[in-house]
């Protein structure tokens, strides 16, 4: 095989892989919307469903993180294509430790059962399950179409979700003061309360990655050239003044 049908061979295994991940990735997006009404409802066999559900993500998620390093190995990419390869290794922890948090949000169903919630707990807790859900939704776009624009807005679309977190917890702590929630309950909800801004927080991951496949940005690099900058003034700082 000639340079350019390995060549055209790698691009198009480059281009199964983000398919892969876009449907990696509509798992977990699917999977939100589909955990919150099962909290909501307190559908038990519902959430059996999505707590069995993980198994194949789980599979799916170790298959396709072993192709990319097949690539690594076999390709030995370099500059963007490397990019590429070592983002979607990355994305694929994101996405599977999102899977995991949406199963979390089902147990959590079955921990609260019988737990009376009230209608504003309710509003916030499908205000979080919306917020996450585009967040992660916004994630994969930007993956999609390699947008770092996007990618770089979603750490600011994250503080709405902080917000609702933020009014969710403060509303738990008022219910078990008031006596409305008992400790277990109030202890469980806050979990899962916990479990949605996480997600949020892959979401904001994934962006990052996305930021680095694009232009070679990581967010390391701001803090390495803080703490350069710092050494910098702190020798110019040390040097003795000339009388």
């Keep these: 095989m000639n340079t350019d049908n390995v060549r055209k061979s790698f691009q198009q295994t480059l281009e ?5 991940m876009v449907q990696l990735a509509a798992m977990v997006t699917e999977g939100i919307p589909r955990a919150t009404e099962v909290l909501l409802d307190m559908d038990l066999a519902g959430a059996q469903e999505i707590i069995e559900g993980d198994d194949p993500l789980d599979d ?4 396709l993180e ?10 030995q990419p370099m500059a963007g294509d490397l990019r590429h390869i070592v983002t979607a290794i990355r994305m694929v922890s994101e996405i599977e430790r999102s899977g995991d948090l949406v199963v979390n949000i089902a147990k959590g169903a079955r921990r609260i059962l019988g737990t009376e919630l009230s209608a504003r707990l309710r509003g916030l807790i499908s205000q979080m399950g919306e917020e996450a859900t585009l967040l992660f939704r916004l994630a994969i776009d930007a993956y999609m179409d390699e947008d770092a624009s996007l990618a770089a807005a979603l750490d600011d679309l994250d503080d709405r979700l902080d917000a609702i977190h933020r009014d969710y917890v403060q509303e738990i702590f008022l ?5 409305e929630l ?33 232009t070679g940005w990581l967010p390391e690099h701001t803090g390495t050239a803080r703490a350069q900058a710092a050494s910098v ?5 040390q040097e003795p003044v000339e009388e």
């Excluded at 199964?16 to 892969?20: A, F, L, S, T, V």
């Design 182 to 214: 008992k400790v277990e309950g109030a202890v469980q909800l806050a979990l899962i309360g916990r479990y949605y801004e996480r997600i949020g927080d892959h979401a904001v991951n994934i962006g990052e990655r996305v930021r680095y496949m694009v």
């Design 66 to 75: 072993e192709r990319c390093y097949q690539q690594l190995a076999l390709q």
């Design 175 to 179: 219910a078990h003061h008031d006596g």
């Design 60 to 63: 799916r998620a170790l298959e």
């Design 233 to 237: 003034q702190t020798e110019s700082d």
């Design 16 to 20: 199964e892989i983000r398919q892969e």
